[in-house]
């Protein structure tokens, strides 16, 4: 059966005399800069500011083990390319993401030293697969299990 749109049958006429005198602004273009600022892609990960990703990973660690005996420390992120692109992930029904692998570093202290300043024993820097992060479309929303979704963000009366 073939396709046909409303624009085939209704021609649009303009009877306004006066032009629009103001251009409408992109609604969507403050949530798709705060998405990149929250995600930093395009910065090396030495020149990512505290902000965003960054600053809610770095306030995770260091996580000491409970007899103090090692820490874990943050040191950078990474975000992959993603596998699907927008289209394959509708129709296949998957999400839109990419992977986010930490850069993490293991210090083992020496389980003999209770001072301050701990003897450190070995240091061992690895990176780790964190998982997939979403990524936002040109569009302005999300591809979650082959489902377009838009975050609305809403003002709370008190």
């Given amino acids: 059966m073939p396709e046909t749109t409303l624009q085939e049958f209704v021609e649009r006429k303009d009877y306004s005399r006066i032009r629009a ?3 409408i602004p992109d609604l ?10 929250f995600l930093q892609m395009e910065v090396e990960p ?5 902000q965003g990703l960054q600053a809610a990973l770095a306030s995770v660690f260091p996580i000491p083990d409970y007899n103090n005996t ?21 129709e296949q029904g998957m999400t839109f993401a990419v992977p986010l692998k930490l850069r993490v570093r293991l210090v083992v202290f020496d389980k003999e030293d209770k001072g301050p300043r701990k003897k450190v024993l070995d240091v061992r820097e ?4 964190v998982g997939e ?26």
């Fill in 21 to 23: 005198s103001i251009d």
């Fill in 28 to 37: 969507i273009e403050i949530q798709k800069r705060s998405y990149e600022e």
């Fill in 46 to 50: 030495e020149r990512r500011k505290d």
């Fill in 70 to 90: 090692a820490v874990l420390e943050f040191s950078s992120y990474t975000l992959g390319t993603p596998k699907y692109d927008e289209r394959e992930c509708i």
């Fill in 126 to 129: 690895q990176e780790v697969y």
């Fill in 133 to 158: 992060l979403p990524l936002m479309t040109e569009r302005g929303t999300f591809i979650i299990n082959g489902t377009e979704r838009v975050v609305v963000s809403q003002l709370v009366r008190s």
